[in-house]
C-alpha cells in the first residue's frame, strides 16, 4: 500500500504543485492517513484485548530480570504457581491500558506535515512506526503509567511481586536485589508491544492489498 503511494508521492514537487496537483497531493496524503489509522487502530484493537500481550510470544511481558532469577528458585521450591500468576498478571495490566493509546497515536496521524509524510512514504519499512515513536513515545508514557499502576494493584501484580519479595527475602544475594519499580518496567514493555505491533501493520499496510478496505484507499492506491 505504501509502495503504491511512493509512486503517487511523485508529484510531491516543490515549488511546481498547481491546483490539481494540489489535489492529489491532499488525496495522497488522506490516503496515507488513512492507512496508517486503520492499521494502527487494528494493532491497538490485538493488544487490547484479553490474551493480546499474554499469548503473543512477540510481546508477552516476561518478569523482570531481578524477578525471574527469584522466578526460577521458586519453581525449584514448587512455588511456580506464583511466579506465572505474577507474569500474567503483568500482562493484564498492559492490556487494559492499550486502549488508552488510540487517542494519542490518531491525533499524531491527524497532525502529520507533508513533510512527514513524504519520509514516510520514502522511507524504510519501519517510517511510520519510528514516526509513531517520535511524536508520542513521551506522552504515552505518561498516559500508561499511572493506568497501568493502578491495574498492576487491580490484578494483583503488586501483590504478588511482595508475595515474591516475602518468599525470598532472605535468600543471600539473590533477596537483597529484588527491587523492582514495576509501574515502569510494565509500562516500558507495554510501550514496546505496542510499536512492535505498529511496526507489524506498517508491513502489512506496504504488502497487502487487501488492505485496500475504503472507497479513499482504493482511489489512492489504485492509481
Known amino acids: 500500500m505504501l509502495d503504491d503511494l511512493k509512486e503517487a508521492g511523485k508529484t510531491f514537487m516543490p515549488g511546481a504543485e498547481t491546483a490539481d496537483s494540489t489535489l492529489d497531493t491532499n488525496t495522497i496524503i488522506s490516503g496515507l492517513k488513512e492507512a496508517l489509522s486503520v492499521g494502527s487502530q487494528r494493532a ?12 503473543n510470544p512477540k510481546i508477552r511481558i516476561p518478569l523482570p530480570p531481578q524477578v525471574e532469577q527469584v522466578g526460577g528458585l521458586m519453581r525449584q521450591f514448587g512455588m511456580s504457581g506464583l511466579a506465572d500468576e505474577f507474569a500474567t498478571s503483568m500482562n493484564r495490566a498492559a492490556e487494559e491500558a492499550a486502549p488508552e493509546a488510540t487517542n494519542i497515536v490518531i491525533n499524531a496521524i491527524k497532525n502529520m506535515s507533508i513533510e512527514d509524510a513524504k519520509q514516510i512514504l520514502n522511507g524504510p519499512d519501519n517510517a511510520a512506526t519510528e514516526y509513531f515513536k517520535t511524536k508520542t513515545s ?29 518468599q525470598v527475602s532472605d535468600v543471600p544475594v539473590v533477596g537483597q536485589n529484588l527491587n523492582v519499580d514495576l509501574p515502569d518496567y510494565v509500562t516500558e514493555q507495554a510501550l514496546n508491544g ?21 472507497e479513499l484507499l482504493k482511489k489512492v492506491f489504485s492509481q
Not at 141 to 155: A, C, G, K
Not at 196 to 212: D, G, V
Open 44 to 55: 491497538i484493537d490485538t493488544i487490547g484485548q484479553t490474551d493480546g500481550f499474554l499469548a
Open 138 to 166: 513521551d506522552q504515552l508514557s505518561t498516559l500508561f503509567r499511572p493506568t497501568i499502576e493502578n491495574s498492576l494493584d487491580q490484578v494483583g501484580s503488586t501483590r504478588y511481586y511482595n508475595q515474591l519479595s516475602d
Open 194 to 214: 505496542l510499536f512492535t505491533m505498529l511496526a507489524i501493520e506498517e508491513k502489512k499496510i506496504r504488502e497487502n492489498p487487501a488492505a485496500r478496505s475504503t
